[in-house]
C-alpha cells in the first residue's frame, strides 16, 4: 500500500518497491516454491530445486487476493499466504488492529493463482503466553476453518509474529501441522527445526540491495541458533504482562 495504517507501516512497501523486490527475486536466478516443498525436503522425501527462495504473506490483508496476487503470478512466482482466520471469516474477531482485510471465500482464488494457503491462527495472538486450551483453539480452529473454506487439508502454521515456544512447537504439531514457520530474522537452511523455520520479515526501509543481499546469503545469520538471553527474557516478560492483561496482540 502507498498509505498503510500506522501500526503496519513499517512492515508495508509500496507497489513500486514490492515489484523491484520482485524483479530481483526473478532475475536472481533463484527458484521459488511453496512451504509443502521446504517441508518435504525437511522431511526427507524429496530434494529441493536449484537456489530456492520461499515468499511468504501473512495476515490476509485486502491487497493479497488482488494486486499481490497477480503481481507474483505475474512472474510466475509461486508464494505462501498465512491466514488469521478471525480477521478474514464471518463474524470472526481477531486482536489485529484496524486495516482493509481479505475475506475467507476469496481463501480459494490464492491458491489458483498459485500461492498455497497456511494458518496463522484465529486472533493473532501472542502463542507463547497463552494457557494450553486457548492455544489449542488457537491453532485448532484456524486450521478446521480454512479446511473447510478449501476442502483439503491445511499443513502449514505461521506463528503471529514469530513468538514460539517448546510447548508452542508440540502443540502445533499434535494440532496436525507438518511445519510451522518464525521470524527469527534469519536465513532457513537445511538444517532448520521444521516447527521454527527462520524467515527474514521485509520492512519499509529495506532496499533493493537488501533483498538482492539475501538472495545471495549475505546481510543475515543462518538458522538453527539457540535462542539468545535477550529473547528468553523478552518471552518472560511478555508472559507476565499477559498474565495481568489477558491475551495481546502478536505485533
Known amino acids: 500500500m502507498d498509505d498503510p495504517p500506522a501500526w503496519i507501516a513499517e512492515f508495508t512497501v509500496t507497489p513500486r518497491q514490492f515489484a523491484a523486490h520482485l524483479d530481483a527475486i526473478a532475475d536472481s536466478g533463484r527458484t521459488p516454491l511453496t512451504i509443502s516443498a521446504l517441508a518435504d525436503h525437511l522431511a526427507g522425501r524429496a530434494p529441493l530445486p536449484p537456489r530456492p527462495v520461499l515468499l511468504t504473506f501473512d495476515d490476509g490483508f485486502a491487497d493479497l487476493p488482488g ?31 484496524p486495516a482493509p482485510m481479505m475475506t475467507l471465500d476469496q481463501a480459494a482464488g490464492l491458491e489458483d493463482h498459485g500461492m498455497e494457503i497456511g494458518s496463522h491462527t484465529v486472533t493473532h495472538a501472542q502463542l507463547d503466553t497463552l494457557s494450553t486450551g486457548a492455544l489449542a483453539v488457537e491453532l485448532r480452529s484456524s486450521k478446521a476453518v480454512l479446511e473447510d473454506a478449501l476442502g483439503h487439508p491445511v499443513r502449514h502454521l505461521a506463528y503471529p509474529h514469530g513468538y514460539n515456544s517448546a510447548k508452542v512447537r508440540s502443540l502445533s504439531a499434535r494440532a496436525g501441522y507438518e511445519t510451522a514457520t518464525a521470524v527469527r530474522h534469519a536465513l532457513s537452511s537445511d538444517r532448520d527445526e521444521r516447527y521454527r523455520i527462520a524467515r527474514l520479515i521485509v520492512r519499509r526501509t529495506h532496499t533493493v540491495a537488501d533483498v538482492q543481499g539475501w538472495l545471495a546469503g549475505r546481510g543475515a545469520r543462518i538458522a538453527p541458533y539457540r535462542d539468545s538471553p535477550r529473547t528468553v527474557a523478552w518471552r518472560w516478560y511478555r508472559r507476565g504482562r499477559a498474565l495481568v492483561r489477558g491475551p495481546e496482540f502478536a505485533g
Open 67 to 97: 494486486p499481490t496476487a497477480e503481481t507474483l503470478a505475474g512472474r510466475g512466482l509461486a508464494a505462501t499466504a498465512y491466514l488469521t482466520t478471525g480477521a478474514i471469516a464471518p463474524g470472526g474477531r481477531s486482536l489485529l488492529p
